[in-house]
């Protein structure tokens, strides 16, 4: 148990790092995402600049809402947010702290796949081919076009099979152009990124280190808190379900032997605990009994003190008085399981 | 004990080497992100420098502050730097080493960037194909100046129609080519020099300084980790105790309103122990509920005192 403490102890020291590696892993999913997607310019001209564009925005939102999904802490989040105050007083701050850093961690997949697009430049291409300026980069003095004609001759550049402006411009020098101007793009936006990450994390000590040291612990605490309030529950249950069945099967054990008229076969003292274990259900009929019985009639869920007289004489009567020693007994049973 | 002094030393020599192995992976990032990018010159006038010159500038930038960034001990440097002085004297000598490892380790990766780049030329090539000098090359020698300027823009794209069996084009490639890769290797050099340079004359001077900054700036490094464990620690036991007192002040609520309950043998199943009191449908109901509606107070003095 103490190793388990000690990785436990680890893992939480370490959640940065831990993070980290989480956010690594999402950042080259997507970049193997983009480069596994197969990108098709349906080279006509009002389509392309829907498709380009919503290659380019539509998959960074849906990978933005999966960084949330996918994060456990979102409900905790949800929880603590929603919850009534009660005898807790609720403190804005932990609130954004938790915001702040899962929405941190959700943005990188999303700004890896835009910066991917970006600098691998179909996209753009693709969107914008039809304002290509053709005055510069061609020769724009064939009149005999419509503007309308002209889009529709722009539009087919990143089709190179089926383009047929070679005299208007050079299809590759407008590949080359588009695809200038969107690596450009790209690392503007790759550099914009790492500036906002790098202030935001440098400007923090500067200014609001020890609130961020409270929202940080508080954050942990609710975490950590809800936890072992599930482990706790846990536990409960378990116990419940062990005295819930075993008082079933002591309650049919009786029936049973009212039934059948034959005086309870009290085990000799030395047998030993499976004769205990057997619960009083010796045959094959009893237990066909018994599991009919659980499944027609499941008993309630209500503990009730054995019927038989314990140990120490109590027939169930009254409340034994509370003694102090108890609460103390079961920390001690709690913490020895740790 | 001996396990937590096992963890103490494992935190106390893997600072560096994980900070190495970032600085590492970065620097292979980098290469990785050079090669797979696809690298293509506009061959316009006024677009080969700014490109050209871009490529070669703004990634080392981006990866520089990603090396800032991925560092942990740059937090630490700056929670330092700016905490007030309390109980605490701030001794710059250890700020300023900080400072200068993380730098160091900062500058690999982007470093790494421009020589690859330089190395491979194509970044000058298509920066500075314009800029050089028409007469040197027979093929750009007796042609006007805007058409000159035209042709050496289009030098870069190997597959262009004007130049795609132009000699000329391929004498410029080279001599800018053989330019560039000039370039990186002496800055390859150069760098290289330095660095062996400062790491061994460093003994020479002030090494007493030195051994003193390094063991505070570890000692600073590991101190926070050390708190923030301890901070794991304390939040867990005080979510233990707060959840038990939570339990107990429920089943006390619940002996004190419900007079039917009859009492149970404390002793009776072993498993008993954990139920706490709770052994009903509704109680387990009523205390998830009040779970839910009021939580505790964050405050487990009465239980520490008992």
């Given at each position: 148990?103490?190793?388990?403490?000690?990785?436990?102890?680890?893992?939480?020291?370490?959640?940065?790092?831990?993070?980290?590696?989480?956010?690594?892993?999402?950042?080259?999913?997507?970049?193997?995402?983009?480069?596994?997607?197969?990108?098709?310019?349906?080279?006509?001209?009002?389509?392309?600049?829907?498709?380009?564009?919503?290659?380019?925005?539509?998959?960074?939102?849906?990978?933005?809402?999966?960084?949330?999904?996918?994060?456990?802490?979102?409900?905790?989040?949800?929880?603590?947010?929603?919850?009534?105050?009660?005898?807790?007083?609720?403190?804005?701050?932990?609130?954004?702290?938790?915001?702040?850093?899962?929405?941190?961690?959700?943005?990188?997949?999303?700004?890896?796949?835009?910066?991917?697009?970006?600098?691998?430049?179909?996209?753009?291409?693709?969107?914008?081919?039809?304002?290509?300026?053709?005055?510069?980069?061609?020769?724009?003095?064939?009149?005999?076009?419509?503007?309308?004609?002209?889009?529709?001759?722009?539009?087919?550049?990143?089709?190179?099979?089926?383009?047929?402006?070679?005299?208007?411009?050079?299809?590759?020098?407008?590949?080359?152009?588009?695809?200038?101007?969107?690596?450009?793009?790209?690392?503007?936006?790759?550099?914009?990124?790492?500036?906002?990450?790098?202030?935001?994390?440098?400007?923090?000590?500067?200014?609001?280190?020890?609130?961020?040291?409270?929202?940080?612990?508080?954050?942990?605490?609710?975490?950590?808190?809800?936890?072992?309030?599930?482990?706790t529950?846990?536990e409960h249950?378990?116990s419940?379900?062990?005295v819930?069945?075993?008082?079933?099967?002591?309650?049919?054990?009786?029936?049973?032997?009212?039934?059948?008229?034959?005086?309870?076969?009290?085990?000799?003292?030395?047998?030993?605990?499976?004769?205990?274990?057997?619960?009083?259900?010796?045959?094959?009929?009893?237990?066909?009994?018994?599991?009919?019985?659980?499944?027609?009639?499941?008993?309630?869920?209500?503990l009730?003190p054995p019927?038989?007289p314990s140990g120490n004489g109590w027939a169930g009567e009254k409340q034994p008085p509370m003694h102090l020693p108890a609460p103390r007994k079961e920390m001690a049973a709690y913490y020895s399981r740790v | 004990?001996?396990?937590?002094?096992?963890?103490?030393?494992?935190?106390?020599?893997?600072?560096?080497?994980?900070?190495?192995?970032?600085?590492?992976?970065?620097?292979?990032?980098?290469?990785?992100?050079?090669?797979?990018?696809?690298?293509?010159?506009?061959?316009?006038?006024?677009?080969?420098?700014?490109?050209?010159?871009?490529?070669?500038?703004?990634?080392?930038?981006?990866?520089?502050?990603?090396?800032?960034?991925?560092?942990?001990?740059?937090?630490?440097?700056?929670?330092?730097?700016?905490?007030?002085?309390?109980?605490?004297?701030?001794?710059?000598?250890?700020?300023?080493?900080?400072?200068?490892?993380?730098?160091?380790?900062?500058?690999?990766?982007?470093?790494?960037?421009?020589?690859?780049?330089?190395?491979?030329?194509?970044?000058?090539?298509?920066?500075?194909?314009?800029?050089?000098?028409?007469?040197?090359?027979?093929?750009?020698?007796?042609?006007?100046?805007?058409?000159?300027?035209?042709?050496?823009?289009?030098?870069?794209?190997?597959?262009?129609?004007?130049?795609?069996?132009?000699?000329?084009?391929?004498?410029?490639?080279?001599?800018?080519?053989?330019?560039?890769?000039?370039?990186?290797?002496?800055?390859?050099?150069?760098?290289?020099?330095?660095?062996?340079?400062?790491?061994?004359?460093?003994?020479?001077?002030?090494?007493?300084?030195?051994?003193?900054?390094?063991?505070?700036?570890?000692?600073?490094?590991?101190?926070?980790?050390?708190?923030?464990?301890?901070?794991?620690?304390?939040?867990?036991l005080?979510?233990h105790k707060c959840i038990l007192h939570f339990f107990e002040s429920m089943r006390q609520e619940i002996k004190l309103?419900?007079?039917?309950l009859p009492g149970k043998g404390e002793g009776a199943e072993g498993g008993e122990d954990l139920l706490r009191g709770i052994t009903?449908?509704?109680q387990?109901?009523?205390l998830?509920?009040?779970?839910?509606?009021?939580?505790p107070?964050?405050d487990v003095s009465q239980v520490t005192q008992r």
């Amino acid at each position: 148990m103490d190793k388990f403490r000690m990785i436990f102890q680890f893992l939480q020291s370490n959640q940065e790092s831990f993070m980290n590696g989480i956010c690594g892993i999402m950042a080259l999913a997507s970049a193997q995402m983009y480069s596994a997607f197969d990108f098709n310019c349906p080279c006509l001209p009002h389509y392309n600049l829907a498709y380009g564009l919503g290659i380019l925005l539509v998959p960074p939102f849906i990978l933005f809402l999966l960084g949330f999904v996918l994060n456990n802490n979102v409900s905790m989040l949800a929880e603590e947010w929603r919850r009534p105050q009660g005898q807790r007083g609720k403190d804005p701050a932990v609130l954004r702290y938790m915001f702040c850093s899962m929405a941190q961690r959700a943005m990188i997949a999303p700004a890896v796949w835009v910066s991917v697009t970006l600098l691998d430049g179909k996209c753009i291409t693709c969107a914008f081919c039809t304002s290509v300026p053709v005055e510069t980069l061609g020769n724009a003095s064939h009149p005999g076009l419509s503007q309308g004609e002209m889009k529709r001759v722009l539009a087919r550049i990143p089709c190179k099979e089926i383009y047929d402006g070679q005299e208007f411009i050079a299809n590759e020098v407008a590949i080359r152009y588009l695809c200038c101007i969107s690596q450009a793009l790209g690392w503007c936006f790759v550099l914009l990124m790492t500036t906002l990450a790098f202030l935001v994390r440098s400007l923090r000590p500067c200014f609001t280190q020890a609130a961020f040291l409270k929202s940080r612990y508080w954050s942990h605490y609710i975490d950590i808190e809800r936890k072992m309030f599930d482990e706790t529950c846990a536990e409960h249950a378990r116990s419940f379900a062990k005295v819930c069945i075993q008082q079933f099967f002591e309650g049919m054990s009786t029936d049973l032997v009212t039934a059948h008229c034959h005086p309870p076969r009290k085990a000799p003292a030395d047998v030993g605990e499976a004769a205990e274990k057997l619960l009083g259900i010796t045959d094959q009929g009893s237990m066909n009994m018994a599991l009919k019985s659980w499944h027609r009639c499941k008993p309630p869920l209500h503990l009730h003190p054995p019927t038989l007289p314990s140990g120490n004489g109590w027939a169930g009567e009254k409340q034994p008085p509370m003694h102090l020693p108890a609460p103390r007994k079961e920390m001690a049973a709690y913490y020895s399981r740790v | 004990m001996d396990r937590f002094r096992m963890i103490f030393q494992y935190f106390q020599s893997n600072s560096e080497s994980v900070m190495n192995g970032i600085c590492g992976l970065l620097a292979l990032a980098s290469v990785k992100m050079y090669t797979s990018l696809d690298f293509s010159c506009p061959c316009l006038p006024q677009y080969n420098m700014a490109y050209g010159l871009g490529i070669m500038f703004v990634p080392p930038i981006a990866l520089f502050l990603c090396g800032l960034i991925l560092n942990r001990q740059s937090l630490v440097m700056l929670e330092e730097w700016r905490r007030p002085q309390g109980h605490r004297k701030k001794d710059l000598a250890v700020i300023r080493y900080m400072c200068s490892s993380i730098m160091q380790r900062a500058m690999v990766a982007p470093v790494i960037w421009i020589v690859v780049t330089l190395l491979d030329g194509k970044c000058l090539i298509c920066a500075f194909s314009s800029a050089v000098d028409p007469e040197k090359f027979v093929g750009f020698a007796n042609t006007s100046s805007v058409q000159v300027q035209q042709l050496l823009a289009k030098v870069p794209c190997k597959d262009d129609e004007l130049m795609r069996n132009n000699t000329s084009r391929k004498a410029v490639s080279r001599y800018l080519r053989c330019w560039s890769q000039a370039l990186g290797w002496s800055i390859l050099l150069i760098l290289i020099i330095a660095a062996f340079l400062a790491r061994w004359l460093r003994p020479c001077f002030n090494q007493a300084t030195l051994l003193q900054a390094r063991h505070w700036s570890t000692y600073i490094d590991i101190e926070q980790k050390i708190f923030e464990e301890t901070c794991c620690e304390h939040s867990r036991l005080f979510a233990h105790k707060c959840i038990l007192h939570f339990f107990e002040s429920m089943r006390q609520e619940i002996k004190l309103h419900s007079f039917s309950l009859p009492g149970k043998g404390e002793g009776a199943e072993g498993g008993e122990d954990l139920l706490r009191g709770i052994t009903d449908q509704d109680q387990v109901n009523k205390l998830l509920k009040m779970w839910y509606y009021e939580k505790p107070p964050l405050d487990v003095s009465q239980v520490t005192q008992r």
